[in-house]
């Protein structure tokens, strides 16, 4: 599923629908809300807030209905965003595993090189050395 493609569209469709509604009209919400928090929004939250002095909302406004559209629309881009940066974040895991891969094995091919070049150079006799060194030192 292409999350990336239908996002315009739904933004629209959104649009469209806060704009056609009347003022009054009851909308059902766009996403079902866990019973948990219906349930905990109607006793002690809204007693707490008129309390503090927070105007009651109108939950049939148009105003209303436009901000939750709006908040529907930017809780949605944002995890649009956390999903296209989840899955970058799994494509450079892939690129830096191949990578990883192939340095393993370069370093595989050189620690045998390695290990060919000593024994080659363990064979040749050490008097063939003692002359170079000693030219070398001096």
Do not use: W
């Not at 690129?95 to 595989?108: C, G, P, R, V, W």
């Amino acid at each position: 599923i292409d999350l990336s493609s239908s996002l315009p569209s739904q933004i629209e469709t959104c649009a469209q629908t806060s704009v056609s509604l009347t003022t009054g009209q009851p909308t059902p919400p766009t996403t079902p809300e866990p019973v948990s928090a219906v349930s905990s929004a109607k006793s002690s939250p809204r007693k707490m807030g008129r309390e503090k002095g927070k105007k009651s909302v109108d939950r049939f406004s148009m105003e209303y209905r436009q901000r939750r559209e709006r908040n529907n629309i930017a809780v949605r881009k944002s995890r649009d965003k956390a999903k296209r940066r989840n899955l970058e974040m799994q494509d450079k895991l892939l690129e830096l595993s191949a990578e990883n891969e192939k340095l393993h094995k370069t370093i595989e091919q050189l620690t045998r090189e390695l290990t060919g070049l000593r024994d080659f150079f363990k064979q040749i006799p050490s008097a063939s050395f003692a002359g170079s060194t000693g030219a070398q030192s001096r």
